[in-house]
């Protein structure tokens, strides 16, 4: 791992925004991928939130860690600015269906995750955050989707995710869709919540859509 790297970590985890900036520039300058240093600057977010479990930090703390993570998006998508493609009119991919769910505000990952997507050539609605279960099933039925993403970081988001898959089944609408959770998840939560798959990388939804949007979805169970 490069030293720019390394330091970004650590520089996010002490909050400190000018030395965050400034190693994410320089990280662009030296070409490394933008995703690669988001990830960093993530793993910075998660020593955040350990200082908070730990009462060492607060909320305002958790605040900054997002106004950080919010400027170093506008960073990285000012120089990605010209190689940004736009959705064709025509998608060869089914649309997808995307929202953090019910009591969940979180949306930092969520709108990473949508970036590249539509960077991809997804159409994506993006519900937004605090997303009720029945507006997911409402946005199914409008919508010719076959995926839906669902993003939860917090213990309340799980029952938010199950009670969303429930809902959906209830409305025979379960059978045709996917749904693939991130965020805090793991596979403990994947068959709680009764989701069909799961994933805190968000470069691995993009195969994993492709895969499901072409009907090849045996491939997809081996990811
Ligand atoms: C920033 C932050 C906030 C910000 C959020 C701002 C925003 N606009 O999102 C604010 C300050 C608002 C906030 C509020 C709260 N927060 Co908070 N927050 C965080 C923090 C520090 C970072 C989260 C983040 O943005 N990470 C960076 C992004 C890029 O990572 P990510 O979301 O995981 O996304 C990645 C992947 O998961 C993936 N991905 C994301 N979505 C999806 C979807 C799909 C389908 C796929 C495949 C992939 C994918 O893509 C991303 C890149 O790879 C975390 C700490 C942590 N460990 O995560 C706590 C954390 C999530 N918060 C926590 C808590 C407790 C709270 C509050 C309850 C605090 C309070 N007392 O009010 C409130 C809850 C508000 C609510 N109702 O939602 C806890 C949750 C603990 C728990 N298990 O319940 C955490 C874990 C902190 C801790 N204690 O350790 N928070």
Redesign the pocket.
Same mark, same amino acid.
């Given at each position: 791992m490069l030293k720019v790297q390394k330091m970004l970590v650590g520089a996010m985890a002490r909050l400190d925004d000018a030395m965050v900036l400034n190693l994410v520039k320089q990280g662009l300058q030296m070409g490394i991928n933008p995703y690669v240093l &988001?990830?960093e600057v993530?793993a910075g !977010?998660?020593r955040?939130?350990?200082l908070?479990?730990k009462g060492e930090y607060f /909320?305002s703390d &958790? =605040?900054m860690?997002?106004e950080i993570?919010k400027d170093v998006l506008e960073m990285v998508s000012k120089v990605s600015k010209g190689k940004n493609r736009t959705t064709p009119l025509v998608s060869p991919y089914s649309p997808v269906i995307f929202g953090t769910v019910e009591? #969940? =505000?979180? #949306? @930092?990952? $969520?709108n @990473?995750?949508i970036g590249i997507l539509r960077y991809s050539g997804f159409s994506v609605w993006d519900l937004g955050v605090d997303v009720p279960a029945a507006a997911f099933v409402e946005a199914a039925k409008r919508c010719q989707s076959r995926i839906i993403? /669902? !993003?939860g *970081?917090? !213990?309340e988001s799980y029952d938010s995710m199950k009670k969303t898959v429930q809902l959906l089944d209830e409305a025979g609408l379960r059978g045709r869709m996917t749904l @693939?959770?991130?965020? *805090?998840v793991n596979e403990v939560v994947r068959q709680y919540t009764g989701a069909d798959y799961w994933? !805190? #990388?968000?470069r $691995?939804?993009l195969e994993l859509c492709r895969t499901i949007s072409t009907g090849n979805e045996m491939k997809a169970q081996s990811l």
């Open positions: &988001l990830e993530r !977010t998660e955040v939130g350990e908070y479990n /909320l &958790l =605040i860690a997002a993570f009591n #969940d =505000i979180h #949306d @930092i990952g $969520k @990473i995750t993403c /669902l !993003t *970081l917090i !213990t @693939i959770i991130g965020g *805090l994933s !805190t #990388d968000c $691995k939804v």
